[in-house]
């Protein structure tokens, strides 16, 4: 296995990766189903993970059809998820402090490249107290194309200032695996939602079961 001093930098994922902000987004779209008369199942929700969100949006057209008001299921789960992180915060997930641990002691640059849009991925940053981590943060606000594309992780290696090939990409979801292969960096899958999807298994270049795991194979 390629050690970390290997890479000349590392591109964190944040929903599902570095925080565990899925927890409550899927709480809040059946919530705000259930309150349109809908039935949103978990399996649905869990096909959402890493979109963007107008391919989110998308899918839940084809599923309820073009009369399916976006507008008032946003609204609603939007309230549902505040009144759950407002009253829960967001967790940091296990092992990203001794991730971040052996990066910073091995002095490599690190950035976060996030399907999410920049007010969102601030505030859920700062929900779980690591708002002063990221000096470098790229949301969907900052590129033309999202996850599944690959611009993203190359606009971050652009402003790492290192070849992409040189950056170890680690991602949760299908979507950030496709992109971090098609943008050519040495992608990490670290499964947030299960059944995992073998298209990713296939694609990505190490699996490891949680954050943990991979900074204890960096420092072997």
Not at 10 to 15: A, H, P
Not at 29 to 44: I, R, S, T, Y
Not at 87 to 97: L, M, R, S
Not at 199 to 213: E, P, R
Request: hydrophobic share 45%; with cysteine; proline share 3%.
């Amino acid at each position: 296995m390629r050690k970390l001093a290997d890479f000349s930098a590392v591109i964190f994922d944040m929903d599902g990766l570095v925080l565990d902000t899925e927890t409550g987004y899927i709480m809040a779209w059946q919530q705000a189903a259930h309150a349109m008369g809908l039935d949103l199942p978990e399996q649905v929700c869990r096909s959402l993970s890493g979109l963007h969100y107008a391919e989110l949006e998308q899918k839940l057209i084809s599923l309820y059809g073009t009369d399916f008001n976006l507008k008032a299921f946003n609204h609603t789960a939007g309230r549902f998820w505040r009144e759950h992180v407002n009253a829960e915060g967001i967790k940091v997930k296990h092992g990203f402090k001794e991730l971040l641990d052996v990066i910073t002691r091995q002095k490599i640059p690190f950035c976060l490249a996030t399907n999410s849009r920049a007010v969102n991925a601030y505030e859920c940053l700062e929900l779980a107290g690591l708002n002063d981590v990221f000096s470098i943060i790229i949301t969907r606000d900052h590129v033309q194309h999202g996850k599944p594309e690959p611009e993203i992780f190359l606009t971050a290696a652009e402003l790492l200032q290192v070849e992409i090939n040189r950056c170890m990409v680690i991602e949760d979801s299908h979507a950030g695996i496709v992109a971090a292969s098609r943008a050519g960096a040495f992608s990490v899958f670290i499964p947030s939602m299960h059944p995992v999807n073998p298209l990713a298994i296939d694609l990505c270049n190490l699996m490891m079961a949680d954050l943990a795991q991979l900074a204890d194979a960096m420092c072997a």
